[in-house]
């Protein structure tokens, strides 16, 4: 197969050697939110990875009692895992940050006390470079890229999934053992994303794999409780688009077909194999869960979206709160320094029946990474966390998070601190709280003042409040992309 006059094997052959498509498949918005901008074109390319709190930490550690102001929780029991890209042994001259390989940090809370572990994720990539076998029993890949394991992580079925959404996922354990490569028993056949959906009634896991080399460039996964793929439905958008995330409600999927189209003529040209398609139709498609192949396609203003928040049913309508970006991969070849304004929250009320979506902006500051109760996923929502983004000439791109209650449409704001920089904000229900705001945020943030990490947990009925109590992480946690909570 040819695109854009480039063989699927030389496409992938020229990634692996200029590391172009290895990233395709993480997410790049990080690149914005961690305040990296345009850059400077006279700069190594990977030379601005590597300092700062981008910079990589060369060993794993196990550190128990950590340090702790304030009072963990009692109920806070489990994993805080969060991954990012931690480079095994780069090459200024040519790393890009999301080559990096995958490196998990947990910070382990038990009855009031915190202990931290960092492992890298041992993909055959990675277990090469550090001297080790790979794992034995695994599957064959699915494509010629290395799987970095370095995007966002995911718990169901009694499995921890790393993800990087250009390779098949990459099971650990919640000690952050590598069990190895994961396709579902020759199930998953292509790529995984990296922002499956765990619906809180069924348990169900619901996911897709975007296939650049289509078609049909898209397919529909559904995993039961025991982690077992029992359907898989393929979806044909036409064209390779990028898209990074979904939504779904009780009883609709919906996609979003936007105008960022995989060009492969570009490879070795732009950091990623991607560029805004003006004449590419902007659309989002809403399908019945019990057949995600009959999509309604409904067009929307050109626009482009990294994150949902979550999406609910409204009646005939579908209600869907996502990070809407102006655009994207325009002027700017790495993505986001197009000089508009910065990415904010916006609700989209879509009528399949009427071809019409009702457009409201929720709020005007500059924020991404949305993130919702679990027990509300697909269902009404009334409260949404979110990270605030700083100036663009800002080094460390984030500062503090915000609480929004969209019933009455106020925010609240936590954290926002000269020199310090928020990490995803992620819930955590409390165990016998019926509240949807009942429970804690959670959040690595770095303190650039003292070139340190820590956790902070914040009551989320109070959430303008101190925080109940600040873990001291024994190192720097590096700048990564997306965590979990998986609870003991």
């Known amino acids: 197969m040819t695109t854009g006059g480039v063989s699927r094997r030389a496409f992938l052959a020229g990634t692996l050697s200029g590391g172009a498509l290895a990233a395709v498949g993480v997410d790049p918005w990080m690149r914005l939110a961690a305040g990296l901008g ?34 963990i929780p009692a109920a ?12 095994i042994a780069p090459n200024p001259a040519t790393y890009h940050w999301f080559l990096g390989d995958g490196m998990v940090h947990s910070v382990e809370l038990r009855d009031g006390t915190a202990s931290y572990r960092n492992r890298w994720v041992r993909t055959d990539d ?79 896991l ?35 688009v990028m898209m990074h995330d979904f939504a779904v409600t009780e009883s609709r999927l919906v996609f979003m077909d936007l105008p960022v189209v995989y060009d492969f003529a570009l490879v070795g040209k732009r950091p990623l194999p991607v560029a805004w398609d003006p004449d590419h139709p902007a659309r989002v498609g809403v399908a019945p869960r019990d057949n995600p192949s009959a999509v309604d396609w409904v067009e929307v203003d050109p626009c482009f979206v990294f994150h949902t928040l979550n999406a609910y049913d409204d009646v005939d309508r579908v209600v869907l709160d996502v990070a809407r970006h102006e655009k994207v991969f325009d002027r700017d070849p790495t993505g986001f320094d ?28 500059g924020e991404e990474f949305p993130r919702v109760d679990p027990r509300v996923v697909g ?33 609240e704001v936590a954290g926002d601190e000269k020199g310090v920089a928020w990490s995803e904000a992620i819930f955590v229900p409390a165990p016998e709280g019926t509240g949807e705001d009942e429970g804690w945020v959670l959040g690595i943030v770095y303190d650039a003042g003292r070139d340190g990490s820590d956790l902070v947990i914040l009551d989320a009925t109070d959430f303008g409040g101190a925080p109940v109590a600040r873990v001291r992480m024994p190192r720097r946690v590096p700048f990564g992309f997306h965590g979990t909570w998986v609870p003991a």
């Open 38 to 71: 345009g850059g400077d074109e006279n700069e190594g390319s990977g030379a601005r990875f590597l300092r700062g709190n981008y910079a990589p930490v060369d060993d794993e550690l196990d550190v128990a009692d950590l340090a702790v102001e304030g009072t």
């Open 76 to 87: 806070l029991n489990g994993h805080l895992l969060r991954v990012g890209p931690n480079p």
């Open 126 to 204: 990675a277990a090469a470079k550090l001297g080790e076998p790979p794992r034995p029993g695994q599957p064959e890949r699915i494509n010629l890229v290395h799987s970095a394991a370095n995007t966002a992580l995911v718990a169901h079925g009694g499995r921890v999934l790393a993800l990087y959404e250009v390779s098949l996922p990459t099971e650990i354990t919640v000690d952050l053992d590598t069990v190895g490569s994961f396709d579902y028993a020759g199930l998953l056949h292509s790529p995984m994303t990296a922002h499956p959906k765990v619906d809180p009634t069924t348990g169900e």
């Open 206 to 240: 619901l996911f897709f794999g975007l296939d650049i080399f289509g078609p049909p460039f898209l397919r529909f996964h559904v995993a039961d409780t025991t982690g077992a793929i029992v359907q898989t439905h393929e979806i044909d958008l036409g064209a390779p």
């Open 338 to 365: 197009e000089g508009g304004p910065r990415p904010w929250l916006e609700r989209w009320t879509i009528d399949p029946g009427g071809g019409r979506i009702g457009v409201d902006r929720l709020d005007d500051r």
């Open 379 to 411: 269902r009404p929502h009334r409260y949404g966390y979110g990270t605030i983004l700083r100036s663009r000439d800002s080094k460390l791109g984030t500062s503090g998070v915000v609480k929004h209650d969209l019933d009455r449409g106020t925010a």
